[in-house]
C-alpha cells in the first residue's frame, strides 16, 4: 500500500499537493478528489475479492490477514480520528460522536444479523446460502454497505482542513480492505453465491466508497469544528464496533493464540505510518 501511495505522491502523514494546497480550490475538485482517494481505498475489496473467490486460500491465511488488517483499522481509529476529534472539538463531542456511531451501528448491525448477514466476514461455511435463509444475500450487501460507509466518510473528512487527505487514514482502510473482501467472498463462495453476485456486489461498494467519501466533504466543508469533530468521531465508533463485533470474530476462529500478535503487528504498522 505504501508503493501506491507513493506512487501518488506519498509524504509523510498528509498527501499534500504542494503550494497550491495552502491556497482555495475549486469546491468541484475538492470533491473530486475525495471520491478518488475513497474510490481507491474501497477497490482494495474488490481486489481482496478476487483472491478469496478465486483460490483457495488456507482458512488460517485468511484469519491472519484480518487480525492484521483490524489492529490497522483500531490504530486509525486510536491516532487518526478520536485523537483528531478531540483536538477539534473537545472530549464531549467526541465521546458523544463515538458513543453514537457504536450504538447506530450496533443496532443496524442486530436488524441486519437477524435477516442472514451475521457472518458475513466469515471465510468458512457460515454464510447462509438464499435456500437456508431467504435474503440473506440482499442483507449481506447492506450489511457490506453499513461497514465501508464510516471508512470512506472519514476519508472525505481529513481533506476539509486543505491540507490533503490523510495518508494514514487511507493506507488504513486500504489493508483492512483486503481481508475484508477476501474472507467474505471465500465465504460467499462456499454458501454457493455466483460471481456476478460477488463481484457485482464489491464493485459496486467500492462506488459507493467513492460517494460516500465525496458526500462525507461535502457535508463538512463549511461545517463548524465541533460538527467535523462529532461526525469523525460517530465514524470512528462506528469502525471500532465494526471491527470488535466482525473482524476480530473471524480472525479469532482460525488464528486462536496468533490473533493477538498479528494485531498487535497491524497496530504498529499504522501506528509508524501515523508518526512518520
Same mark, same amino acid.
Given at each position: 500500500?505504501?508503493?501506491?501511495?507513493?506512487?501518488?505522491?506519498?509524504?509523510?502523514?498528509? #498527501?499534500?499537493?504542494?503550494? %497550491?494546497?495552502? &491556497?482555495? +480550490?475549486? /469546491?468541484?475538485?475538492?470533491?473530486? =478528489? @475525495?471520491?478518488?482517494? *475513497?474510490?481507491?481505498?474501497?477497490?482494495?475489496?474488490?481486489?481482496?475479492?478476487?483472491?478469496?473467490?478465486?483460490?483457495?486460500?488456507?482458512?488460517?491465511?485468511?484469519?491472519?490477514?484480518?487480525?492484521?488488517?483490524?489492529?490497522?483499522?483500531?490504530?486509525?481509529?486510536?491516532?487518526?480520528?478520536?485523537?483528531?476529534?478531540?483536538?477539534?472539538?473537545?472530549?464531549?463531542?467526541?465521546?458523544?460522536?463515538?458513543?453514537?456511531?457504536?450504538?447506530?451501528?450496533?443496532?443496524?448491525?442486530?436488524? #441486519?444479523?437477524?435477516?442472514? %448477514?451475521?457472518? &458475513?466476514? +466469515?471465510? /468458512?461455511?457460515?454464510?447462509?446460502? =438464499? @435456500?437456508?435463509?431467504? *435474503?440473506?444475500?440482499?442483507?449481506?450487501?447492506?450489511?457490506?454497505?453499513?461497514?465501508?460507509?464510516?471508512?470512506?466518510?472519514?476519508?472525505?473528512?481529513?481533506?476539509?482542513?486543505?491540507?490533503?487527505?490523510?495518508?494514514?487514514?487511507?493506507?488504513?482502510?486500504?489493508?483492512?480492505?483486503?481481508?475484508?473482501?477476501?474472507?467474505?467472498?471465500?465465504?460467499?463462495?462456499?454458501?454457493?453465491?455466483?460471481?456476478?453476485?460477488?463481484?457485482?456486489?464489491?464493485?459496486?461498494?467500492?462506488?459507493?466508497?467513492?460517494?460516500?467519501?465525496?458526500?462525507?466533504?461535502?457535508?463538512?466543508?463549511?461545517?463548524?469544528?465541533?460538527?467535523?469533530?462529532?461526525?469523525?468521531?460517530?465514524?470512528?465508533?462506528?469502525?471500532?464496533?465494526?471491527?470488535?463485533?466482525?473482524?476480530?470474530?473471524?480472525?479469532?476462529?482460525?488464528?486462536?493464540?496468533?490473533?493477538?500478535?498479528?494485531?498487535?503487528?497491524?497496530?504498529?504498522?499504522?501506528?509508524?505510518?501515523?508518526?512518520?
Amino acid at each position: 500500500m505504501t508503493t501506491i501511495l507513493m506512487a501518488v505522491g506519498y509524504p509523510p502523514r498528509r #498527501l499534500r499537493h504542494g503550494p %497550491a494546497a495552502t &491556497r482555495a +480550490r475549486d /469546491g468541484e475538485a475538492w470533491l473530486f =478528489e @475525495a471520491a478518488w482517494w *475513497g474510490l481507491l481505498a474501497g477497490s482494495a475489496l474488490v481486489l481482496g475479492a478476487l483472491v478469496g473467490y478465486l483460490a483457495r486460500v488456507p482458512r488460517g491465511v485468511v484469519a491472519a490477514v484480518m487480525g492484521f488488517g483490524s489492529g490497522v483499522l483500531m490504530s486509525a481509529v486510536s491516532f487518526e480520528l478520536i485523537a483528531e476529534a478531540h483536538e477539534q472539538g473537545g472530549l464531549a463531542a467526541t465521546a458523544a460522536g463515538a458513543g453514537l456511531g457504536a450504538l447506530v451501528y450496533t443496532a443496524a448491525n442486530v436488524a #441486519l444479523a437477524r435477516r442472514g %448477514a451475521r457472518h &458475513r466476514k +466469515r471465510s /468458512g461455511g457460515l454464510q447462509p446460502s =438464499e @435456500a437456508e435463509h431467504s *435474503g440473506s444475500g440482499t442483507a449481506i450487501a447492506v450489511g457490506a454497505l453499513l461497514d465501508g460507509i464510516p471508512e470512506s466518510v472519514v476519508i472525505g473528512t481529513s481533506l476539509v482542513a486543505g491540507g490533503g487527505v490523510s495518508a494514514v487514514t487511507v493506507a488504513a482502510v486500504f489493508i483492512s480492505n483486503v481481508p475484508e473482501g477476501l474472507s467474505s467472498a471465500a465465504g460467499m463462495r462456499r454458501a454457493g453465491r455466483s460471481p456476478r453476485y460477488v463481484f457485482g456486489l464489491w464493485t459496486g461498494i467500492a462506488l459507493v466508497s467513492g460517494l460516500a467519501s465525496m458526500v462525507g466533504h461535502g457535508l463538512l466543508a463549511d461545517a463548524p469544528p465541533v460538527w467535523t469533530a462529532g461526525i469523525t468521531a460517530f465514524a470512528g465508533g462506528a469502525i471500532l464496533s465494526m471491527v470488535a463485533d466482525t473482524m476480530i470474530p473471524e480472525a479469532f476462529d482460525d488464528a486462536h493464540l496468533l490473533v493477538g500478535l498479528v494485531t498487535v503487528a497491524g497496530f504498529l504498522t499504522a501506528f509508524a505510518l501515523s508518526h512518520a
